[in-house]
């Protein structure tokens, strides 16, 4: 008896330590946690089981069994980038609340990216930037390619003139590769790595910077230090744009991972590319490419953004951007093309009289372009001599086709009004006073393409329209006249009219145009 009570007071003690072995032996990790693995449980905080699901992780964060899958959803790839650590500050709810208010401008937005937002998140993807550099393009330009500021800053990331060439994008009479979606990628990509490394891993004094330029936050931060202040972006004195750029960004990408919760719907769309680039080797009229990959010309133009004439440029790029079903028909009715037909030329004889500058404007073709084309050192021509002049093979057709691209949104069309024109009317007068756009009366009234001027008397087409962007697209600018413009040069710069450009300076424009002088004009607002 002695005996089985000692056995059964000892029991405890032996079972206990046999448990502690077992659960020390169970706690013991099989390989070390992954200190990536623990970022992405603390990174997507919202709406954690599905997105932590889609990363191979389960419910509680536990990795799950088997190889990880490649998501067919491009936009659940994007989210699986983010790198950005979650900030909470009431600058980005205030952005935040704005984009969950206008759900039409996020479709529009989605509607824009279609083409273009897998190549810019395997361009991002590839440079290890965090994936909601992706979605700048949403606050830059509001993913329009054709986009123009105030600053001269064009294209989908709104490279400012100098800042494009410095990072390798050509700009002249034939391309503005800020324009390009390939190409300002690609150098935006650059930009914005220089700009993390100047601002020691830092993503918002590094988008501050894109924004404002790198020496605009550094005079912040040093004034910080001096105040013996906090030196992070939400502390700096900025420019008023610049402190809502960066909560913009931020508050897109939460809104866009979790639209659900915010009543977003996003337009599905495949994680693999809807459009590549093809090599063509020479120049090429882009009304012919359209009809050997039987592609509507808009569609082509639209596509190919950075192209500014009817012909790809004559020392390149020579590549162009097509959907992947026309690809392979496009190249092989382009490889029984003789290169001598894939740009139509005139030949222009001299006579007496002729100059360059005739003979450009007679051709619509610059200057610079004839001499380049026939190797002219200077402007010295001579009778009988003999000109190549690049010609478009259907110039009002793709005309007509480039004013409707030209960064002008559809609208949502009523009834009709018919405008009768009266002596002083302008195009961009009557587009104030009806509230629609110039490019849509161009649009509605085919018979003013060609440069054509208005004619009292005329009836003019007016669809009752309700704008999608606000009621006045257009704001004033200040242009500075510098050596070497003209009227004609202004007006081609900015996509408007002469007599536009000569009506709103009436009182300003004496003669001829002097450097320094001031000139109003009225540019399209870039929608945030």
């Not at 900030?87 to 704005?98: C, F, G, M, S, T």
């Not at 690049?390 to 009002?396: G, R």
Request: proline letters at 6%; one cysteine or more; a positive charge.
């Amino acid at each position: 008896m002695e005996k089985f009570k000692r056995l059964i007071t000892a029991m405890p003690w032996f079972f206990g330590g046999l448990l502690a072995a077992c659960s020390q032996q169970q706690v013991k990790p099989e390989k070390p946690l992954h200190v990536q693995e623990t970022q992405v449980i603390i990174d997507l905080r919202e709406n954690p089981g599905t997105r932590l699901k889609q990363r191979g992780f389960g419910e509680n964060g536990a990795k799950s069994a088997g190889p990880k899958v490649q998501n067919d959803d491009l936009w659940q790839h994007l989210f699986s980038l983010y790198r950005i650590p979650p900030v909470a500050h009431p600058r980005i709810d205030r952005e935040l609340q704005w984009y969950v208010s206008h759900p039409e401008y996020i479709q529009r937005v989605q509607a824009r990216a279609r083409p273009y937002l897998h190549t810019i998140v395997s361009e991002i993807e590839k440079s290890g930037l965090p994936g909601e550099l992706a979605l700048l393009p949403v606050v830059e330009s509001a993913f329009k390619p054709r986009a123009y500021s105030s600053q001269r800053a064009a294209g989908l990331w709104q490279f400012i003139p100098s800042t494009g060439r410095l990072y390798g994008l050509k700009q002249d009479w034939w391309v503005d590769l800020r324009r390009d979606v390939h190409a300002s990628t690609r150098a935006a990509i650059r930009y914005l790595k220089k700009l993390n490394t100047d601002f020691h891993g830092d993503w918002l004094l590094a988008l501050a910077a894109y924004n404002a330029g790198e020496g605009a936050v550094q005079r912040a931060i040093r004034r910080n230090r001096r105040l013996h202040r906090p030196t992070d972006f939400w502390h700096l004195r900025l420019p008023r744009e610049t402190r809502a750029y960066v909560p913009k960004l931020l508050a897109v990408a939460r809104l866009f991972a979790n639209a659900p919760k915010y009543g977003i719907f996003l337009e599905p769309l495949p994680n693999r590319p809807l459009y590549t680039q093809v090599e063509i080797d020479s120049q090429l009229d882009l009304t012919l490419a359209a009809k050997l990959a039987e592609l509507p010309l808009e569609e082509l133009i639209r596509l190919n953004p950075g192209f500014r004439r009817w012909a790809t440029a004559p020392e390149g790029p020579h590549r162009i951007v097509l959907p992947l079903e026309k690809v392979e028909l496009f190249e092989e009715r382009l490889a029984k093309l003789p290169a001598t037909e894939r740009v139509r030329w005139h030949r222009h004889l001299v006579r007496k009289g002729d100059t360059l500058g005739h003979i450009a404007r007679r051709y619509g073709t610059p200057v610079a372009v004839i001499r380049k084309t026939n190797r002219l050192r200077g402007s010295m021509i001579f009778p009988g001599q003999a000109l190549m002049i690049p010609i478009a093979s259907h110039k009002q057709q793709f005309k007509t086709t480039l004013v409707g691209l030209r960064g002008y949104e559809s609208v949502r069309t009523g009834g009709v009004k018919i405008h009768i024109v009266r002596r002083g009317d302008s195009l961009w007068g009557i587009a104030r006073r009806y509230g629609v756009k110039v490019g849509h009366l161009l649009r509605w009234n085919h018979f003013l393409h060609g440069g054509k001027s208005l004619r009292p008397g005329q009836k003019l087409r007016i669809h009752q329209a309700t704008l999608q962007e606000g009621s006045d697209p257009f704001h004033p600018v200040v242009y500075t006249v510098r050596k070497g413009d003209s009227l004609y040069r202004i007006a081609r710069r900015f996509g408007i009219s002469m007599r536009d450009l000569r009506q709103w300076n009436r009182d300003r424009i004496r003669g001829t145009l002097k450097p320094g002088q001031r000139l109003k004009v009225y540019v399209k607002k870039i929608s945030s």
